[in-house]
């Protein structure tokens, strides 16, 4: 079954920037995803909450890695015209 999303916002709240490296630490990232289109509207919500010097959400540990990698995709610029070979 395809599912398509019609809205998926992502609003990360980001930390202090060091002075030295320009490193970023994300604090907190809450993702909305919603449907509205053929069948049941649904709205889903994932709270990933940083505690010490690991991430959480629903109480289970996410790699670093993992935030590193959507950090990264999400200031990678704009693809002007999508196809199958850029995406």
Known sequence: MKITIL???LLCYCGVFSAFGQ???IDNIDITSTW??????QKGQLSIVR???EYRADGKRID???ID???KALEEPDIAKPNLDNL
């Open 23 to 25: 490193q970023r630490q």
């Open 69 to 71: 990698s959507l950090v």
């Open 7 to 9: 809205g998926l916002f």
């Open 36 to 41: 509205g289109g053929l069948g049941q509207p």
């Open 51 to 53: 505690k010490a010097s």
């Open 64 to 66: 670093a890695s993992k």
